[in-house]
């Protein structure tokens, strides 16, 4: 199976799923499962190669000129997490099976499961650090979803929140991490960084680079100060804990320090900083871990105490350590994903997690019991299982570690009281819970017992790696082992060893006292329990992590109110002085720190026609400001007189394109601006006070000044850039490759659909984004009765100073009534526009025009006809349906685009074909002309649902406001005829 398929699968599997039926949970579990298997086996179908030390590759061109492809890179260690991405998930899928509950939502687990499953494999088997980095946060997104399953509940919210907090913030700390090691290394292939190490290291931006990724490491392995995310998210069902927080998100973080350890290790930066906080780490979870009296409580403190482990060897520098990091790393998984699985069954079978409620579960779950003590063995690294090799080789790596003697004397005292801990809470999880009296339908809410046979079986595959690698290693690990810290160490593995026993030596006494200290700290702990303490956790219970994060919110959130306080408003007019003052602040702080530098070159002569032209504008501008106040329709007509001085100019410097589409534009932004008018507040007639009329003058002085600065500073910035040379101009590349490249030769044109072609899909989008806003947002809104609730008479015959207050059906009755000729020729006028349209849009890429001015005016077209006939007319003869337009466009576009990769070439590539036809002969068709016509198609959808959602919004308004009158007036009548007949019968 391809490597795309591997990746693509889950997320195909992840929309099927969510598409089955509520009741089909066996159909559901069985696709998940199945996808996971394929994707298991098909990535160890290709250890053969990996073991050899091979590369396996595959790469699609995106953006090549950014150094932006989607690569995917399988090596030895990426196939190691593909394989606990992939095998885990096909077990916790099987056990899922039967923990859910069949009132739960499953299609919705199982659906956000699979798109885990997938950014998972993404963040793997990335060959780029850019695309690692979308797939990484891809996994805080899915993982925020899965923790918060169970929405109904407040801590399953609130975990999930926290969450997506920590790790998000994380991600874009890494993603400024990796942008600095591209700059560095002038590349994002994890191939060119990876070779690139001892440049890295020696570069002055080494130290922001470390720190930027360690942040995004860090708070997604849960490592101090940002461990307390974890425990909250126990939350999540018990089959997402035992994926999630045991085997494959929280490994993340673990992941992504050893992909870049022959990048960014070595170093004393990194030795203190990544030692220290795994070493902090180790030993806070496991303290914290004793003191849990939840399963998964306790499972997930333990696991931050391993996590840290892990981080720790990691940060010591050494191949052996990276070697035993990777080791861990494996056996952590089986044996904590099992574990999570046995908490999981004795809560579903007995309706509790709570560890001072439960005893004596052996005699009553004796195979579930079984597997736990196994596991729980593991974890407390007891001979012949797995988590005691890892474990011993990490005591080694901290006595014959080369550093400062505190540092040699000071790491096994750590590391062997952090094993005391580990074999503490171990025994807790295990004596208190299946040993001692049976527990009694006084203690739980049900009868503990045997879970079904098929929910015990991916335990038990579990445990059985842990017993068969703690008694086999070399023959059942050592080459999935060697294959996969091969990578990690830079190609070279050091000398070790795979074997039970190694002699008598130091690192086998420290986990001798481990296991002694271990199980004497657990026993003091049971009597002071029995007395009636430990109730909290010693010395550390004042400090909640959770406690400091939600307080840290509370305080930005009320910093946010302040703020929104003092400089929110709901006027348009004080918003933008706040952004124009704003925006003359920073441009003059700039001119301040870095002077422009100016160097004339030959102008054009001066034009008396040109300026006059310009004049006329600026008086119109000037006369639209004034007029504002008194009447707004005709400040919008002058307005839009100014816009017209802007189409001339695009004119007189040769910019047909540009000219076009502003005045088609100007004539749209009207009608808008006519329908807007609609919602504005009304006049206030009277005279006004002395003291308003010189706070107007003063607001408005105000506003003059900071306008005419915002304008002299774009004029004078405009006049920098076209008296500037640039000694390497683009212009001349466009217009040397339009028609050689483009096909065409209307070279603005040929840039927006070919050259940036993908700017102009993402504009493209945004439009779209902002008509479907609009919609959604005009769908539930109704204006203030006050400003609508007009007498009758005004509403026909409108006083001075509102004669810009237009009612919709007024102006419909007043169109049809007294231009009925007008609107029978605008009507007719249609089929011409749409021809115009259509003109404009095929002439487009040789002459002035295009898909965007042909959308407009094909939107124009369509206007007139609601405007002169109403909308009711227009949707009973014109079947438009803006929201298809727009999805449709927006596919074409892409379609274009894809077409392209489908040929091996970069997204969006424009390819020409020279049809001859008998009669209209040659003919080129680019492969442009497709993704213009998304561009039309979109545009016209887009300006289509914006204005008729507000011309629909205003006739529906003006209903409503009309059926609020009425109500009144018959509630006014009604009391008024009781008043009479009070008066003529008081009694």
Not at 345 to 362: A, M, N, P, V, Y
Not at 708 to 713: M, N, P, T
């Amino acid at each position: 199976m391809s490597l795309v398929l591997v990746v693509a699968l889950p997320f195909i599997a992840s929309i099927l799923a969510a598409l089955l039926p509520s009741d089909a949970r066996n159909r559901e579990s069985t696709l998940a499962g199945l996808v996971a298997l394929a994707c298991a086996v098909s990535i160890a179908w290709l250890f053969p190669q990996i073991s050899q030390g091979q590369v396996i590759e595959e790469r699609f061109t995106w953006v090549p000129a950014l150094g932006l492809d989607f690569a995917l890179r399988l090596d030895g260690f990426a196939w190691l997490f593909a394989m606990l991405v992939s095998g885990i998930g096909a077990l916790v899928v099987l056990y899922a099976r039967y923990y859910m509950s069949a009132s739960d939502p499953v299609p919705r687990f199982f659906s956000f499961f699979l798109a885990f499953m997938g950014a998972m494999l993404g963040v793997a088997l990335s060959g780029n650090l850019i695309q690692m980095v979308l797939f990484w946060e891809l996994t805080s997104l899915f993982s925020f979803l899965l923790i918060g399953y169970w929405h109904h509940r407040r801590d399953a919210r609130r975990g999930a929140r926290m969450a997506l907090t920590v790790t998000g913030a994380g991600g874009l700390c890494l993603l400024a991490g990796v942008l600095v090691l591209g700059r560095i290394t002038g590349s994002y292939e994890l191939s060119d960084v990876l070779a690139a190490g001892d440049e890295v290291r020696a570069s002055p931006l080494y130290l922001p680079a470390l720190l930027l990724v360690l942040m995004g490491a860090f708070t997604k392995s849960a490592q101090f100060p940002f461990h307390f995310w974890l425990p909250r998210a126990m939350a999540a069902p018990t089959p997402v804990s035992a994926y999630l927080h045991s085997a494959t998100m929280v490994k993340l973080g673990v992941f992504l320090l050893a992909r870049l350890w022959p990048v960014l290790s070595g170093t004393e930066t990194w030795f203190w900083v990544v030692s220290c906080t795994g070493a902090a780490t180790l030993l806070l979870g496991g303290y914290v871990a004793m003191f849990q009296r939840d399963l998964k409580a306790l499972l997930a403190y333990s696991t931050i105490s391993h996590l840290g482990l892990i981080v720790l060897l990691l940060g010591l520098g050494s191949p052996m350590a990276a070697v035993a990091a990777v080791f861990h790393v494996m056996n952590h998984a089986t044996f904590k994903a099992s574990l999570f699985m046995a908490a999981g069954i004795i809560d579903h079978e007995s309706g509790t997690r709570d560890i001072r409620k439960l005893s004596g579960l052996f005699r009553l779950m004796p195979i579930t019991g079984t597997l736990a003590i196994i596991a729980s063995a593991a974890m407390a690294g007891v001979p012949l299982l797995n988590g005691f090799l890892s474990k011993e080789m990490f005591f080694a790596e901290t006595v014959y570690i080369e550093a400062a003697p505190w540092m040699s004397v000071g790491l096994p005292i750590v590391a062997t009281l952090a094993g005391m801990f580990s074999v503490a809470y171990s025994l807790r999880f295990v004596v208190d819970v299946f040993f001692g009296p049976s527990c009694t339908t006084a203690d739980v809410p049900k009868v503990p017992h045997e879970p079904p046979r098929w929910m015990r079986v991916p335990g038990e595959v579990l445990v059985a790696i842990c017993l068969v690698v703690g008694i086999a290693p070399a023959w059942s690990v050592g080459p999935m082992l060697a294959a996969a810290a091969r990578p990690v160490v830079g190609g070279t593995l050091p000398d070790y060893t795979l074997a039970l026993w190694h002699g008598f030596n130091l690192p086998l006494l420290m986990s001798g006292v481990a296991l002694v200290g271990g199980a004497l700290i657990y026993l003091v702990q049971r009597g002071l329990r029995r007395q009636g303490g430990l109730e909290v956790t010693p010395l550390l219970h004042r400090f909640d992590g959770q406690r400091i994060f939600e307080n840290s919110l509370a305080r930005l959130s009320e910093a946010g109110r302040r703020g929104r306080r003092v400089l929110g408003t709901r006027r348009l007019q004080t918003q933008l002085l706040f952004m124009t003052a704003l925006a003359v602040a920073g441009a003059a702080g700039s001119i301040y720190l870095q002077p422009p530098r100016h160097q004339a070159i030959e102008l054009l002569p001066f034009s008396p026609m040109f300026a006059m032209i310009w004049l006329l504008g600026g008086v119109c501008a000037l006369a639209a400001a004034w007029n504002a106040k008194f009447h707004r329709l005709a400040a919008l007509m002058l307005s839009s007189g100014a816009g017209l001085v802007c189409c001339i100019t695009f004119i007189w410097f040769s910019a047909p394109d540009l000219a076009l589409t502003q005045l088609i534009a100007e004539v749209v932004t009207t009608v808008l601006m006519l329908l807007g008018l609609r919602w504005l507040p009304l006049r206030k007639q009277g005279e006004e006070p002395v003291g308003s009329r010189v706070r107007r003058w003063g607001r408005r002085s105000r506003d003059l000044s900071i306008a005419g600065a915002a304008g002299c500073g774009m004029a004078a910035l405009s006049w920098v850039m076209m008296t500037k040379p640039f000694p390497q101009s683009i212009s001349g590349f466009f217009l040397d490759n339009a028609l050689s490249q483009g096909g065409g030769t209307n070279v603005v044109n040929v840039m927006l659909v070919d050259f940036r072609g993908f700017d102009t899909f993402g504009e493209i989008t945004v439009l779209g984004a902002v008509a479907l806003t609009v919609y959604a947002l005009l769908r539930r809104f109704r204006p203030a009765v006050e400003s609508m609730a007009l007498p009758p008479q005004q509403l026909a015959q409108p006083q001075d100073g509102d004669s810009d207050l237009v009612n919709p059906r007024l102006a419909h009755d007043t169109a049809v009534g007294y231009l009925m000729v007008p609107a029978v020729l605008v009507r007719l006028l249609l089929p011409l526009s749409v021809l115009v349209s259509v003109y404009f849009f095929m002439r487009g890429h040789n002459q002035p025009g295009g898909g965007f001015v042909a959308g407009l005016v094909m939107s124009v077209a369509l206007l007139l006809q609601y405007i002169v006939s109403g909308t009711e007319w227009v949707e009973e003869h014109l079947r438009i349906y803006p929201r298809r337009w727009i999805a449709t466009g927006l596919l074409l576009a892409l379609a274009t685009g894809l077409g392209a990769e489908l040929l091996d070439y970069p997204f969006l590539t424009t390819h020409t074909a020279h049809l001859h036809l008998p009669v209209l002969g040659e003919i080129h068709l680019p492969s442009a002309l497709f993704f213009d016509m998304g561009v039309f198609t979109l545009v016209l959808g887009s300006t289509m649902l914006i204005l008729t959602a507000l011309a629909h919004q205003s006739v529906r308004s003006h209903r409503w406001a009309e059926e609020q009158r009425e109500r009144a007036a018959e509630e006014q009548a009604a009391l008024s005829t009781k008043a009479v007949a009070v008066q003529k019968d008081p009694a």
